[in-house]
């Protein structure tokens, strides 16, 4: 502990050890704690502590009171959440990145096999209708009319020229 000078040490003043400096409670100018003015001294932190002796100052020292941040329980967001919690929200967020690569891939190769398929089908279709144009040309009533010839067959009746009305 340090040594105030020229004071002496009450049961109302106890020291106490934050970050590495040395708090007295108090007013900061030997008076008891009980006899305590309205205006708190510089280096008085909001609980009522006063640092004294030779320690450094700390960030929040420094700072005065009217820049410093309110919050309801004045911790930080990291410092309200315990360990557990915070790792099953780092293994949350990790499950849906994941999730979501999974997505990006699986939607990727479904498109992949979307396009292959789009093009067997136009190949397709384009084979189907040369076949059929090429079935057309060999069973077109020219040709058949042609070997029904070759092979002695006569035009009835019932196929005979076409009758045009003027």
Do not use: C
Not at 104 to 130: F, G, I, M, P
Not at 140 to 156: H, T
Request: aromatic share 6%; net charge positive; proline share 4%.
């Amino acid at each position: 502990m340090s040594r105030r000078s020229g004071s002496t040490h009450t049961h109302s003043d106890r020291a106490s050890t934050r970050a590495g400096s040395v708090l007295w409670q108090g007013s900061g100018d030997g008076a008891p704690s009980n006899a305590r003015s309205a205006s708190k001294p510089s280096g008085a932190a909001a609980d009522g502590w006063v640092r004294h002796g030779t320690a450094l100052p700390g960030w929040a020292d420094l700072e005065p009171s009217t820049n410093r941040k309110r919050t309801a329980s004045g911790d930080t967001f990291l410092q309200n959440v315990s360990t557990v919690r915070f790792a099953l929200m780092i293994l949350a967020v990790a499950g849906l990145f994941t999730l979501y690569v999974g997505h990006v891939h699986a939607t990727t190769d479904l498109y992949n096999q979307l396009q292959q398929a789009r093009a067997e089908n136009q190949r397709l279709h384009l084979k189907h209708n040369r076949l059929k144009g090429e079935f057309d040309h060999r069973t077109g009533p020219s040709v058949i009319y042609e070997r029904a010839r070759a092979l002695g067959l006569q035009e009835s009746v019932t196929y005979g020229p076409p009758i045009t009305v003027e």
